[in-house]
């Protein structure tokens, strides 16, 4: 049996605060919250959707995460509508050769 790394880093948005915070009520971020991202590169194909479905399960309203992926992620996107409709907000942020970073903002 094979194992692999998983690598969920965070990204300081202080550069770019968003009004009013991360909403949460008293986290600690000072309004500037850090999003988890959630680099499915080092995820094995075979479980690759269902790691992303739990962690974006597991979001909160108000609450967002940014899933890299080696490509663009149309089936898994299909996948989320699918499995939470209108629940997610999706927005593509960086779209390189061999990397692509998109959005997941919990909206209810």
């Known amino acids: ?5 998983v690598s969920i ?18 986290c600690g971020c000072g309004g500037q919250a850090v999003e988890p991202e959630l680099n ?3 995820i ?9 479905l739990g962690a974006l399960a597991s979001l909160a ?9 080696p490509h663009e992620p149309r089936r898994l996107l ?11 907000e999706i927005t593509p ?3 390189e050769i061999d990397s692509v970073r998109v959005r997941f903002a919990r909206v209810d």
């Open 78 to 88: 299909a996948q989320v509508d699918a499995t939470f409709p209108g629940i997610f």
């Open 9 to 26: 880093q965070t990204r300081d948005e202080t550069a770019a605060p968003k009004a009013g915070g991360c909403g949460c009520g008293g």
């Open 61 to 69: 309203p108000g609450e967002a995460m940014v899933l890299v992926a």
């Open 40 to 42: 499915i590169q080092a």
């Open 1 to 5: 049996m094979t194992t692999s790394n």
């Open 93 to 95: 942020l960086e779209s």
């Open 44 to 52: 094995p194909r075979q479980i690759r959707h269902g790691a992303v």
